[in-house]
């Protein structure tokens, strides 16, 4: 079992940065990958990025390649997502979560979810 807490969520202007961490407090933690994924009022959740158990592997969804980076510090036990140069349409509510030695994008084959962080973003 995998319990995970987001936060670093805020309201904060278009072009600025926010730092987003998410604190894994059981599990073995460097044997998951973690992903980030997104939910804005009346849309579905969408992925934005994973990295794998090793950090080896990365991967962004496309509105955010170049302006979002994820990193994990396995001994802290925590996954980050720096997201910069944030637009109003990055404004949702943000989740972590862990899925155990598999490398998907698939929201539905995550195990593990956080129950969230909120994004703003003002124009």
């Known amino acids: 079992q995998v319990q995970l807490v987001e936060s670093g969520g805020r309201l904060v202007q278009a072009g600025g940065s926010l730092r987003l961490a998410c604190a894994a407090s059981?599990?073995?933690?460097?044997?998951?990958?973690m992903g980030w994924f997104r939910q804005a009022p009346g849309k579905e959740r969408e992925f934005v990025s994973y990295?794998?158990?090793?950090?080896?592997?990365?991967d962004y969804a496309d509105f955010v390649k170049g302006r979002f980076t994820i990193s994990r510090d396995n001994a802290k036990k925590t996954v980050y997502l720096q997201m910069n140069s944030l637009k109003p349409e990055d404004t949702a509510v943000y989740y972590c979560?862990?899925?155990?030695?598999?490398?998907?994008?698939?929201?539905?084959?995550?195990?593990?979810w956080g129950q969230g962080t909120q994004v703003t973003v003002s124009s």
């Open positions: 059981s599990g073995t933690f460097s044997r998951y990958t």
């Open positions: 990295i794998t158990w090793g950090a080896g592997t990365t």
């Open positions: 979560a862990a899925v155990q030695f598999e490398i998907t994008a698939r929201d539905s084959e995550y195990q593990y």
